[in-house]
């Protein structure tokens, strides 16, 4: 198994910015993917591959890669993007890891 | 757009064993790679097992030779039995579906394993 590390909480201004990382060797092979997942729910995808958003995933989530690190970023955060953040990846070996995950907090 | 439906989640005495289900619909489910992900209450999504759509198997270190994944295309369905169950395995296990573009493009709403005695 491997291990993708993301901060534990963050928080943002209502109308702010807020980049989340997520760390690990696999990133160096494989783009990460992106969930949210807010109190009794399933997660959700919220951006994958290079940069791509799902229909219905607002532009102000954006994404962007550096050697072992991944980053989300959420432009002009609103209240419902008050969720827990998890990266998510696959190793060489076919292995896949959700990161720890990160609380993000809308002020 | 489809739907998975999972199934099987009991209380388990340590060491017990469980079959899980997953029930899929409204998409060809012999064509997608599924997966197996859990959520222990409070904790983080752990990635748990996968199925490929020709069969080909995955799993982490932590259910390594515990659990075993299958799939029955013709029922459209997707199962994973437990065995040798811990407390550490109690949680939610959702299934989900892997998109041709490699992220996890539909989920079910989770069945509960609770390991104890």
């Known amino acids: 198994s491997f291990e993708l590390t993301q901060d534990p909480a963050v928080s943002v201004a209502l109308g702010q910015t807020v980049r989340i990382t997520c760390q690990g060797d696999s990133l160096r092979i494989s783009y990460a993917s992106w969930y949210r997942q807010k109190p009794g729910q399933a997660p959700e995808v919220v951006l994958y591959g290079r940069n791509n958003r799902p229909s219905g995933i607002p532009d102000r989530f954006s994404g962007s890669f550096a050697g072992d690190t991944a980053s989300l970023t959420i432009t002009g955060a609103q209240a419902e993007d008050e969720a827990d953040y998890y990266c998510?990846?696959?190793?060489?070996?076919?292995?896949?890891?959700f990161g720890t995950g990160t609380k993000v907090t809308v002020l | 757009e489809g739907q998975l439906v999972e199934s099987g989640g009991d209380l388990v005495q340590p060491g017990g064993s469980l079959r899980l289900s997953c029930a899929a619909s409204g998409f060809t489910f012999g064509t997608h790679d599924m997966h197996w992900v859990r959520q222990a209450a409070g904790e983080r999504l752990e990635w748990v097992s996968a199925i490929s759509s020709a069969g080909d198997t995955y799993y982490a270190d932590s259910v390594k030779t515990r659990f075993t994944v299958s799939r029955e295309n013709g029922k459209s369905a997707l199962y994973l039995q437990l065995n040798s169950l811990r407390a550490d395995d109690t949680g939610v296990y959702y299934c989900?579906?892997?998109?041709?573009?490699?992220?996890?493009?539909?989920w079910g709403q989770g069945t509960v394993v609770t390991v104890s005695s």
């Open positions: 998510h990846s696959r190793d060489i070996s076919g292995l896949y890891a």
């Open positions: 989900a579906r892997r998109s041709p573009a490699t992220y996890y493009d539909l």
